[in-house]
């Protein structure tokens, strides 16, 4: 699973100015979910950027959802966004 999430990190560093970046993997907190799905993960996104500081908070996380909207529809289930300066 690790291999994926550096290709989730590649994939917005390449389209967003990030000063750090930390993808937490929390997938295994949520086994006892009635929906938990062993494909699907639940991530949470530690963002320190000052673009992203710089926009709205509601457009900076449409812009991360649209940079990872396949994989949403593939192997995201939940999708956790913390952005600071």
Avoid: C, W
């Amino acid at each position: 699973m690790m291999n994926y999430i550096e290709e989730i990190e590649t994939k917005l560093k390449k389209h967003i100015k990030l000063e750090h970046l930390e993808i937490v993997d929390n997938s295994d907190k949520h086994k006892t979910h009635k929906f938990y799905s062993p494909g699907k993960l639940h991530l949470h996104l530690k963002i320190k950027s000052l673009y992203l500081k710089s926009i709205s908070r509601i457009n900076a996380q449409k812009l991360i959802m649209n940079i990872l909207k396949d994989e949403l529809k593939n192997k995201i289930h939940a999708l956790q966004i913390s952005i600071e300066k």
